[in-house]
């Protein structure tokens, strides 16, 4: 089987149908929304609306990014599932590298000393965001300079992220218009010189 068939099998395997999530307890509510045609198809519009909001959703929050991207693919007009997939642009394992990313930007945008951030850590971990605050402690870096520089990526990968996929779907789409314009002069070249003789 070539790898290009086992990927999208292995893809539509794990992937729900729409079916699925029509019944569905919890989307019961808004599924009549998130089932619409238009958002589980692949255009030129919808396709790159659903990256950047996929990359956007994927930086902003750490948890419950997808449901995040799906939420604002609705308003959107963009294509749900892919939204959805590509939060996963931060996961576990990437996750630190990010983190380490995220805290140069803020760090360089914000020319913050890591001295400086001590006083209001302390602030932050002994009230409700204590858990961002051990999130981000794995990760080694300083919170609030994170933070701020997960909104930059976030605005920033989301903007490269639409013009990107909008260009490669444009090259794509040619590429493909080039090709079976090429088969049509080939076929039709067959077609006359076979009638001359």
């Given amino acids: 089987m070539p790898p290009k068939t086992w990927l999208a099998d292995t893809i539509r395997k794990y992937t729900p149908t729409r079916e699925e999530m029509a019944r569905n307890k919890y989307l019961a509510p808004i599924a009549h929304r ?10 030129r519009r919808s396709v790159p609306r659903g990256v950047a909001l996929g990359i956007f959703s994927g930086f902003i929050i750490p948890v419950g990014q997808i449901f995040l991207a799906a939420f604002l693919a609705l308003p959107a007009r963009a294509n749900v599932p892919l939204s959805a997939l590509v939060t996963f642009i931060t996961n576990p394992f990437t996750f630190p590298f990010w983190a380490v990313i995220a805290n140069r930007i803020g760090a360089f945008i914000l020319k913050f000393d890591r001295d400086m951030a001590g006083a209001a850590e302390e602030e932050m971990a002994s009230g409700r965001w204590a858990w961002l605050i051990e999130l981000f402690a794995g990760a080694g870096v300083t919170v609030l300079v994170t933070v701020f520089g997960f909104i930059v990526l976030a605005i920033v990968g989301a903007a490269i992220g639409y013009v990107t996929s909008s260009f490669a779907w444009r090259f794509i789409v040619a590429h493909k218009r080039k090709k079976r314009l090429a088969q049509m002069a080939t076929r039709t070249d067959l077609g006359l010189g076979a009638s001359e003789r």
């Fill in 34 to 43: 998130f089932l619409t045609p238009e958002l589980w198809r692949f255009t």
